[in-house]
């Protein structure tokens, strides 16, 4: 399953394995009427593409992923374990 929005690229698959693509852009200033502010963050990685890619800890159902990006920037992803069907035994 794959997730694009605007410049952030999700991609998991169901062995679990996760890539994130995307660009971080620079700290900006953001006005206000009477106010300047200078946005402090903590980056992972300069300005310019990312690519951050990790393993689940077990296989998950990619047709059950939930992205949301968050107005503050953070983007969460909440995706289901796979799970095995169920084989009906005999007298059950």
Known sequence: MVLVSGNLKCDIHSDGSVRIEGVVADAQILKNESEEFELKLHQLCPAGPFT???????????????????????????????????????GA
């Open 52 to 90: 951050i890619s990790f393993n689940l800890p077990g296989p998950v159902d990619p047709r059950l992923f939930s992205p949301s990006f968050q107005p503050d920037g953070i983007l969460e992803v909440v995706v289901l374990k796979q799970r095995t069907p169920r084989v009906a035994t005999e």
